[in-house]
């Protein structure tokens, strides 16, 4: 449970914060100075700080200083009323998280506090790499294969430089948890870590979420405020899905690779800022930039070090690992103890192509794990989870010819040779029918049916394809 540390002298305000916030959720202290909480500080390490300007003795932002020096990391957000909004902006650009306006907006407010408890969440549980499939870490890289193994050395090579560095790979390859193992290696691990997600911002407030801006940039800016960018100062800023950044502040983002510095919006001074940026993708960034949607320069700045994360179809070795972590991850979340898998479920896992990669597989064994309630997980289980799979976010309303055309587009880049048409149409057959495999839990009568085929039609095409797939356990006759 997360404990959040409120530092109020108003009586009422802390025992109404205390009130809401364990509704939420959350676990709560209060103290009624700064001096108090300081001192409450180190003694317990909160998740999250919430603290108010206006203190007597020590004011809110020596307090907030006091705190900073203590656990630079530690989220702390500031409460303050309009017109005294100076002393918070000055706050945040020496690294508070945020800040909150009296009178509050509960919505508002209770979102900043989520968004502050992920980030502490993010900067201090550490993900375990090449981490055994009963590790308890909360998060951890699982995979042994070749590949994995890659990605582990380029992880410890890059993360004690200060380079740029780009993460690319499918949706689901875990590309945010290398970002993090990134962070928790390098040089800057004990300064924050700001997770900026460019698709879950509007493009309008992209901008100056970032960057900030100055009393009357726009309509609505009625006092100064410090962007993401000068809040991150000496920290880690992670650029999530930056395939997604509009064309506009491209340039502004290679202008603070280039030089450095930033400018808020209707700012005319550039504002040093010295924040190592990773930022990640599964865009084709090549075809952005064929279709004037991403910018050249900005592409080279980003790639001088990148990471290119496998998909999990090119690593199916590690299925079998990840099952066990997962299956053991979430029994122990719902409280039972890790029911086992039959292997003919196993095989079913093992031999499906992932679309969704490793976030597809997790999912797939939460749910077979719920429903399951305790018994070992079997093929029937797995099947049913796997076709009321969520559908995949970046592809979902995309007609399943144009996915095709896509594929077929890539499939015919990547092979070479004589036989190139006879090679991609032996693969989609193969994978067509694995698929209906899959989808009637290896049973060949209904798969043929799925198919549209007689039993021995299939059969054949088995053979011809040489596919090598488990007979099932439950045939009809
Ligand atoms: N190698 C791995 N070992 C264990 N868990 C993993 C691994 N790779 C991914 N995951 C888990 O799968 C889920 C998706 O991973 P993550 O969010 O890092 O993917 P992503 O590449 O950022 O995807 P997207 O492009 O959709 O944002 C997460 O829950 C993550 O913990
Ligand atoms: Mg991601």
Redesign the pocket.
């Known amino acids: 449970m997360s404990h959040i540390l409120i530092i109020d002298d108003d009586d009422q305000l802390r025992k109404s914060f205390h009130k809401l916030l364990t509704q939420e959720g959350y676990d709560t202290g209060s103290a009624a100075s700064g001096e108090a909480g300081v001192a409450m500080i180190h003694q317990r390490c909160p998740d999250v700080v919430i603290l108010d300007m206006r203190l007597p003795g020590m004011n809110g932002f020596e307090t907030f200083s006091a705190i900073h020096q203590i656990e630079p990391k530690l989220p702390v957000i500031i409460m303050t009323a309009y017109g005294s909004t100076e002393t918070a902006i000055e706050a945040t650009k020496m690294g508070a998280f945020d800040y909150i306006l009296k009178p509050f907006d509960i919505p508002d407010m209770l979102a900043i506090i989520r968004q502050a408890v992920e980030a502490s969440r993010f900067m201090r549980s550490p993900i375990e790499m090449n981490?055994a499939p009963d590790s308890a870490a909360q998060?951890?890289?699982?995979?042994r294969s070749a590949s994995?193994q890659e990605i582990y050395k380029a992880i410890g090579r890059v993360a004690s430089t200060d380079a740029t560095v780009l993460i690319r790979?499918?949706?689901?390859?875990?590309?945010?948890?290398?970002a993090r193992a990134v962070y928790q290696h390098s040089l800057r691990a004990d300064q924050p870590f700001l997770v900026i997600n460019c698709v879950a911002i509007p493009d309008t407030l992209l901008e100056s979420e970032l960057f900030g801006y100055e009393k009357g940039a726009f309509t609505g800016a009625n006092h100064r405020r410090a962007g993401k960018l000068e809040q991150a100062n000496g920290g880690t800023v992670f650029l999530?899905?930056i395939g997604d950044m509009p064309f506009s502040l491209q340039s502004k983002m290679l202008r603070l690779l280039q030089e450095r510095s930033i400018e808020r919006l209707g700012g005319r001074d550039p504002i040093p800022v010295d924040v190592r940026i990773i930022a990640?993708t599964?865009r084709d960034l090549e075809s952005a930039i064929e279709a004037g949607r991403f910018r050249e320069d900005l592409y080279y700045r980003l790639k001088v070090v990148t990471i290119r994360?496998p998909a999990l179809r090119e690593r199916s070795g590690d299925i079998a690992l990840?099952s066990e972590?997962f299956l053991s991850k979430f029994s122990r979340e719902v409280g039972m103890d890790c029911p086992g898998m039959s292997p003919d479920a196993q095989a079913l896992l093992n031999r499906h192509v992932w679309p969704g990669?490793?976030?597809e597989l997790?999912n797939t064994i939460q749910k077979a794990v719920i429903f399951n309630r305790g018994a070992p997980v079997s093929q029937e289980d797995i099947a049913i989870a796997i076709r009321e799979k969520i559908p995949d976010?970046?592809t979902h309303d995309e007609p399943y010819d144009q996915l095709l055309r896509r594929c077929l587009h890539q499939a015919l880049t990547d092979y070479s040779g004589d036989n190139v048409f006879d090679a991609i149409m032996d693969q989609v057959a193969g994978i067509l029918i694995g698929e209906a495999l899959n989808l009637s839990a290896g049973n060949r009568s209904r798969a043929a049916k799925l198919l549209g085929l007689s039993r021995p039609t299939l059969h054949a095409k088995i053979e011809k394809y040489g596919l090598k797939f488990e007979t099932s356990v439950r045939e009809d006759h």
């Open positions: 981490g998060d951890a890289i699982i995979g994995m790979g499918e949706s689901g390859t875990g590309k945010e948890l290398v999530d899905e990640a599964n994360l990840l972590y990669n490793v976030r997790a976010k970046n």
